[in-house]
Every structure is written in C-alpha cells, then in structure tokens.
T-cell receptor, first 113, second 112 residues
Framework: SQTIHQWPATLVQPVGSPLSLECTVE??????LYWYRQAAGRGLQLLFY??????ISSEVPQNLSASRPQDRQFILSSKKLLLSDSGFYLC????????????FGPGTRLTVT | SQQGEEDPQALSIQEGENATMNCSYK?????LQWYRQNSGRGLVHLIL?????REKHSGRLRVTLDTSKKSSSLLITASRAADTASYFC????????????FGGGTRVLVKP
C-alpha cells in the first residue's frame, strides 16, 4: 500500500532563516506531487505541483521554492523566511492517471517568529 | 476567489442528527471530491463524484451533484461525535490539468 511521509511535524524558525520541508511517498511510482499551505481555519492554497522529476509548476509567486530530486521525494524550501510564511504545510500525491484523488501527508506546522 | 465555496462555514449538531453542507463552483469540472480534515491533521479523501453522475453513496455519506447549478452537497446521516471535523470540496476543473481547487471548508461540530 502507498504511504506518504512529511517531516518535521512542527517547526519554529526565526524570520530570515532558511527552510527545508521534505515529503516522501512509498508504494507508488511516478506520482503527481503537491505542496499546499493552509492558514488557520481556512482552505488549502496550492503552492507547487510536480508531474515528474525536475518538473515543478509554481502556482503563487512567493518566497518559497520546490524541488523534486527523486521520483518520490518533494522538497519545499526558502532561503529567508518571512512572518507570512507561517502556516500548516501539506504534501499530497495522486496517481498520474485517472481521477486525481489526492492523498495527504500529516502536515508540518511552521511558525515563523 | 476559490473555485469551490462551502456553505455553511460552520455547523453544530447533536449526535444522531444529519449534517448537510453545500459546495458551489464556477467552471466546468471533470469531477468533484469531498475530503475530511481532523484538527491539525492531513486531509482524507471521502468520495468522488464524476460530472456525469448525480448522486453517490458511501456508508453514511451521500453526495449529490447538480452541474446545471454548479453545486454539490454532502450529507452525513446519523452523525457521530467522531464526525467532528472540517469538510472540504475540491474540483478537478477541465482546464486545470492535474490540479484540484479546494474550497474554504465547513467546520462541523457533533455534540454528544
């Protein structure tokens, strides 16, 4: 069966510090991968998605970047965090074909202080 | 604004009652999906309804889709305290490729 992992679960970082969040998927190959951010009590905002290694689409201009160095690894990064980067970050995967049901990781709670 | 908008934003009911929430969207879709999110957790896929379907059931869940009105509803029957969560609709728009667009969610509180 497929599983998706995210780490760390929580993170407190000072303004101006770098960020690296990692997401890995097991049990499937060539998945579509997604990074979302969720503000408290709000819906999900799609940040990046990837349909293959090295293929990244950015949805919102911002202080963040994403990379996919391996088929089942998706990394969200920032060189210098802003207070507005605080939020709940969710990684998800879907099959590359079919109905695009998405399966989510447990999320990372990021607080920028 | 987002493709999917849920209504109401929040809902409080007693255990055993039914909970109904609605989702409206703007553009043509391939399918519409509903997800549940427990507080501080990832989302869990509940049910998918295709654009050529009008109603779908899964256990205590019933989803309807009206493409003429660009709306969907999720009904949870005989609610339980464990159904307390936020519920999101997500649309797979025909022009959007591999992406889903999520609404703002309905927060459901089921009181024991």
């Amino acid at each position: 069966s497929q599983t998706i992992h995210q780490w760390p679960a929580t993170l407190v970082q000072p303004v101006g510090s770098p960020l690296s969040l990692e997401c890995t998927v097991e049990g499937t190959s060539n998945p579509n991968l997604y990074w979302y951010r969720q503000a408290a009590g709000r819906g999900l905002q799609l940040l990046f998605y990837s349909v293959g290694i090295g293929q990244i689409s950015s949805e919102v201009p911002q202080n963040l970047s994403a990379s996919r160095p391996q088929d089942r690894q998706f990394i969200l990064s920032s060189k210098k965090l802003l207070l507005s980067d605080s939020g709940f970050y969710l990684c998800a995967w879907s099959s590359g074909t079919g109905d695009y049901e998405q399966y989510f990781g447990p999320g990372t709670r990021l607080t920028v202080t | 604004s987002q493709q999917g908008e849920e209504d109401p934003q929040a809902l409080s009911i007693q255990e055993g009652e039914n909970a109904t929430m609605n989702c409206s969207y703007k553009t043509s879709i391939n399918n519409l999906q509903w997800y549940r999110q427990n507080s501080g957790r990832g989302l869990v896929h509940l049910i998918l309804i295709r654009s050529n379907e009008r109603e779908k059931h899964s256990g205590r869940l019933r989803v309807t889709l009206d493409t003429s009105k660009k709306s969907s509803s999720l009904l949870i029957t005989a609610s339980r305290a464990a159904d307390t969560a936020s519920y999101f609709c997500a649309t797979d728009a025909r022009a959007a490729g591999n992406k889903l667009t999520f609404g703002g969610g309905t927060r459901v509180l089921v009181k024991p």
